[in-house]
């Protein structure tokens, strides 16, 4: 399939939802559960709720207000826009993000709400199903455990409503980040739960 007929049909199923950006990959990378071709991986437009899946290279997904989201190799996400606002969900893996200063980006890892300063740059990173670390190498960024989040089309299949407890580590990466805090979830009933742990 060659990179025109790619980017047609990419073109037309995002005229069917918000864009949220578009992704750039030095190698092949999956959209929407379709491998696309390194050759083929530039300037790709990410439509809201688009899944996003890195194999043995980074991907960089880039937002119009000058907002980087890079996913890591072997990084499975989803983009989305909802209420004027970018959010980036990650399900397995780590991302870097570099926020400007007019952004308004937020990262949902493991169904908590992570929020970088703007601007501010760092990395996030899905240690085990119970484990978040996320570092701000510049600016800060805060864990809001009053706030749910997901990105459309909703928890994947096999998720429950039960949530265990989660660790989310925030801590300063350089000399001009700040620390947020260290951040532990209650159980709560209305968010989901990755199915990888059993359920007491």
């Known amino acids: 399939m060659n990179r025109l007929w790619i980017g047609v049909m990419l073109a037309a199923s995002c005229a069917a939802a918000e864009q949220v950006g578009t992704l750039t990959a030095a190698g092949p990378v999956k959209l929407r559960g379709a491998e696309v071709p390194g050759p083929a991986a530039q300037a790709l ?16 997904l880039a937002v119009p207000d000058g907002s980087r989201v890079t996913l890591e ?23 870097r ?13 493991l169904g908590r709400t992570v929020i970088p300063s703007a601007p501010s740059e760092g990395t996030i990173t899905v240690v085990s199903p119970d484990k978040v670390e996320a570092s701000a190498e510049k600016g800060t960024v805060r864990v809001d455990e009053a706030r749910a989040c997901s990105c459309p089309p909703g928890p994947p299949p096999g998720w429950t409503a039960k949530k265990k407890a989660v660790v989310v580590i925030v801590a300063a990466a350089g000399a001009g980040a700040t620390a947020a805090g260290i951040a532990a979830a209650r ?12 359920q007491p």
């Open 45 to 60: 437009p990410v439509a809201s709720g688009d899944e996003i899946e890195t194999l043995a290279d980074a991907a960089v």
């Open 73 to 95: 190799k072997a990084s499975l996400g989803r983009a989305a826009r909802q209420a004027r606002e970018t959010i980036v969900c990650l399900e397995r893996g780590s991302l």
């Open 187 to 198: 159980e709560k009933k209305e968010e989901p739960v990755s199915p990888s742990r059993p």
């Open 97 to 109: 993000f570099s926020v400007t200063a007019a952004a308004r980006v937020l990262i949902c890892a």
